[in-house]
């Protein structure tokens, strides 16, 4: 077998596979919404798709090492003037400066490179909210009992209406991850089965994923927020808003990050 060649068709496949998994960890939703989805693309789930990503990276990296190794003696004529060796020549200054200029971009988060960021996170939140929004951070690993008792949920309610959908609890100690894997459901099914249509969600103490797309109006029908004690607690602080405006929005006009908005908000409604 002829090292060189397989080497560079390793570099090769692994790279095409490394590009796909990119693409695909760029646009998915948040982990807290995968899991409570049982999010899957290909067959494979967002913990696969991270793993995947992992090795076949740690691949690629040892056989561009191996492929530099057997093309050293090339590359050393690319850092070379007039047959002397020198490293820094033209074309190695504008790799480097290239190279600096994406690393220090992306670090610090400026144009075009914010662009570029600002399009998957936007995309990943649009994905959240089509997919379903858990009502607080991981909720699927709560068991059944405690689920039902931070949302204020009547347990035997709760089971009463699994039942009549033909979901099986073997016990309330069991998690939604659980009982939905054993009845070929997802944990955003199983909420939408057990939780009670009249009874609005309580506010989650972290940032809830997805929000920064959603108006007032649509927050207050979600959770149980009196709309006007917001408005009123947002004039303390000179911030001018509708019940329309959009919660992204209201953040950026007053120079605000959505979680410093959101803690106003949980602190209007104490």
């Given amino acids: 077998m002829k090292y060189q060649r397989f080497v560079s068709l390793t570099?090769?496949?692994s790279f095409i596979v490394l590009a796909v998994s990119s693409g695909v960890l760029y646009f998915i939703p948040d982990r807290k919404?995968?899991?409570?989805?049982?999010w899957s693309f290909l067959g494979l789930d967002k913990q696969q798709w991270d793993n995947l990503h992992i090795n076949i990276g740690i691949?690629?990296?040892v056989m561009i090492i191996w492929h530099i190794y057997f093309n050293w003696k090339p590359i050393k004529n690319y850092l070379k003037k007039k047959k002397e060796l020198k490293i820094f020549t033209k074309e190695f200054n504008v790799a480097l400066f290239v190279t600096a200029l994406f690393t220090v971009g992306t670090i610090t988060m400026t144009l075009p490179f914010s662009f570029f960021i600002n399009i998957g996170n936007g995309v990943k939140a649009l994905n959240s909210l089509d997919d379903g929004n858990p009502p607080f951070g991981y909720a699927e690993y709560a068991?059944?009992?405690?689920?039902c008792k931070i949302l204020s949920i009547d347990i035997d309610k709760a089971i009463?209406?699994?039942?009549q959908k033909g979901v099986t609890v073997q016990s309330t100690k069991?998690?939604?991850?659980?009982?939905?894997a054993k009845n070929d459901t997802t944990p955003k099914d199983i909420f939408a089965i057990i939780k009670d249509k009249t009874t609005k969600a309580?506010?989650?103490?972290?940032?809830p994923i997805g929000i920064a797309h959603k108006s007032l109006i649509e927050l207050a029908n979600e959770y149980n927020i009196d709309l006007n004690k917001f408005m009123q607690h947002l004039k303390q602080y000179n911030i001018k808003v509708t019940s329309n405006s959009n919660f992204k929005k209201i953040a950026k006009q007053n120079k605000l990050h959505p979680a410093e908005l959101y803690n106003i908000l949980l602190a209007s409604q104490k």
């Fill in 11 to 13: 570099a090769m496949l």
């Fill in 33 to 38: 919404v995968t899991s409570w989805t049982n």
């Fill in 59 to 61: 691949l690629f990296i």
């Fill in 143 to 147: 068991t059944l009992e405690d689920f």
């Fill in 160 to 163: 009463m209406r699994l039942k």
């Fill in 174 to 180: 069991e998690t939604l991850k659980i009982i939905s």
């Fill in 202 to 207: 309580e506010l989650p103490t972290e940032l």
